[in-house]
């Protein structure tokens, strides 16, 4: 948390806390079930230094899709495939959960998080939720369409 500090403080619109990483683990939108929340550390296969975290909702907004609340990998580590890398990993467990989409939510200004995700094959769904004096913009990515679940022959 402490590295990706310039990120939260431009998110939360004041310095990181002291017990910011342990408010990540149980942070969640009203009503949702708690015990579908996971959150991943994101470690470098050559030594396991954590180098960035993934906070993901499944069941959210609905029974058959997920959330990305955080994806944070640290500065250093940024600009050689290795978000590309880590996302693909989460896609994966994603698609393990059975679910059908993927959504997350962009804050206005935060240009370089917007290009990362629509190179994931994210787009703008048009909805614009309120966070603090800012907004999040939302995007999805369709992973199964309904018609591939069943096989008809």
């Not at 959960?97 to 703008?124: C, D, H, P, T």
């Not at 048009?126 to 995007?139: N, T």
Request: aromatic residues 16%; proline residues 3%; hydrophobic residues 40%.
């Amino acid at each position: 948390m402490e590295k990706c500090a310039e990120f939260l403080t431009f998110q939360d619109e004041q310095p990181v806390e002291s017990n910011s990483a342990e408010k990540l683990f149980y942070d969640h939108p009203e009503g949702y079930d708690f015990s579908s929340k996971r959150v991943y550390g994101i470690y470098l296969a050559e030594n396991h230094q954590l180098i960035g975290v993934v906070d993901l909702l499944f069941y959210y907004p609905d029974s058959n899709s997920a959330c990305i609340g955080l994806f944070m990998l640290d500065p250093a580590y940024r600009n050689f495939g290795r978000g590309k890398e880590a996302y693909f990993m989460v896609e994966k467990e994603i698609l393990k959960n059975a679910m059908m989409k993927i959504r997350l939510g962009v804050l206005e200004g935060n240009l370089q998080g917007f290009y990362f995700w629509e190179k994931m094959g994210f787009s703008l769904t048009g909805e614009r939720k309120p966070y603090l004096s800012k907004y999040f913009q939302v995007m999805e990515k369709t992973l199964i369409e309904k018609s591939e679940i069943f096989n008809l022959r």
